[in-house]
Structure formats: structure tokens, C-alpha cells
């Protein structure tokens, strides 16, 4: 078997904090979203470049308090945007790891966390400040 893609599904409980935190702050966009009828749980589809999630209030569909581990570029310069946009619940540090990776970790309103890393590199990494 052969994996074409892999895409986490967060459990989510309110859908403005939904949209506060991955829309607003980390800057993904909304895909698709879908709700069997009006005033029942919602379920959709956030993407930021090659990152897909799939965000789901329904009971069952994931469990709150997941990790999602991601590797890619840049990591240095989203954390600066981030950081920029002073958001009042996530002001995450930047750090170099134990496993020769630049990282942060933001905390969704649910207990979720997503750890960005990046493979460290001294010299793109010179100027970077590490908490």
C-alpha cells in the first residue's frame, strides 16, 4: 500500500474559536465544509499550502488533546508572522531541538497541538533567536 496523503482530523467544539484561531491567526483557508442540517456539528476542511486538516465537532471523530507533528520550510520566518499578528492565547517560543530541528508548538482552543519543525541549518539559521 501506498499512502497518496494523510490528513489529521482535530476534534474541534466551537466553530468562531475554530475560525479565530485556524483562519485568522495560522492563516489556513477553508476548503469545504460540511453540516448535515442547521444546528448540528460541523465538520470541514482547512489548508494552508500542502497542510490539510479535517476539523470535526462530531462526537467520536477524534479526541481532543492530538498532536500533529509537520516537517517543512521556513519555519523561522510563519513563526515571525505569527508572532506579528499578537495573538492574546498563543505566543509560541521558537526553539532549537534536541533532534537538529528549528520548532515551535501552537495549542488550539480544544487541546490540540501542532509542532512545525524545520531541519536545522546554521547558516540559514544564524540570525534566528531560540527561547
Known amino acids: 500500500m501506498r499512502a497518496e496523503q494523510v490528513i489529521p482530523v482535530l ?5 468562531n474559536k475554530t475560525i479565530e484561531f485556524y483562519i ?4 489556513f483557508e477553508i476548503v469545504w465544509e460540511h453540516r448535515f442540517e442547521e ?5 470541514l476542511e482547512v489548508k494552508k499550502e500542502n497542510i ?3 476539523l470535526s465537532e462530531h462526537h467520536g471523530d477524534a479526541s ?3 498532536s500533529v507533528f509537520i516537517w517543512g520550510e521556513d519555519v523561522a520566518r510563519y513563526h515571525k508572522e505569527l508572532i506579528d499578528k499578537k495573538y492574546k492565547y498563543n505566543r509560541p517560543g521558537l526553539e532549537k531541538t ?8 501552537v ?4 487541546g490540540n497541538k501542532i509542532i512545525f519543525n524545520e531541519k536545522f541549518d546554521a547558516e540559514k539559521h544564524k540570525e534566528v533567536e531560540f527561547i
Open 39 to 43: 444546528n448540528t456539528p460541523v465538520y
Open 107 to 110: 495549542n488550539d482552543p480544544f
Open 64 to 66: 481532543p488533546g492530538s
Open 24 to 27: 485568522d491567526w495560522l492563516g
Open 11 to 15: 476534534r474541534i467544539f466551537d466553530y
Open 52 to 54: 490539510i486538516f479535517h
Open 98 to 105: 534536541f533532534y537538529d530541528a528549528v520548532a515551535f508548538t
